[in-house]
């Protein structure tokens, strides 16, 4: 049974995941990283509060099978680069780091459709190098998932992206299936499960991820 390390699992593709995982039957328990608890029981459920200015209390993780990233902010939520920065780039290597010491061979990391460490676009520049920086950990099995426009109910509001889910249908047509398509959140978590086993390094658009389904 594997043990699993969730990171994000408050957010739109992190709350699927979760839901994923405590239903799979190869895993064994799913620790999750917050700073407010989840207002969730389950059995195969740990919960580790945790505000990551100090990353030694990561060390209570025990052995990590797998790790799952699905942490990100956003401008409007943080508006300072130096502290964006050190959410999306920073509690990620930080945790990522931990996992591979405590045994991790498979991260599961979602970035973004664009993601290039030379963008001049802020977003896709620090997605860049979330991926080199895992990318560099050696990590036996890497999966890096490359979404385009997320479909799904946010906690958060955000009108600029529902709006943008509204007219996705329409967009969709002139992606052909491509990367650009869109993809449900709930769909893109269900792909991530299926734990597939490839070795190195693989990232994976929309035709990749709706594959592995």
Sequence with gaps: MKN???LGASGLVGSNVLTELLAH???GQVTVLVRTPLQLNHPKLRQVRTDF???SAL???GPVDALF???GTTRKKTPNLTEYKAIDYGITMAVA???KAHGCKEIHLVSSVGANPKSSNFYLKIKGEVEEGIQALGIERCFIYRPSMLIGARNESRPAEKLGQLLTPLFDLFTFGGKYHSINA???ASAMCTFPQHPGISILHYREIIALI
Excluded: M, R
Aim: aromatic share 0%; proline share 0%.
């Design 25 to 27: 039957d190869q895993v």
């Design 186 to 188: 709930g769909v893109l």
């Design 69 to 71: 990233c699905c942490i």
């Design 97 to 99: 780091t931990h996992a």
């Design 53 to 55: 200015t100090d990353v």
């Design 59 to 61: 060390d209570s993780l």
């Design 4 to 6: 699993v390390v969730l």
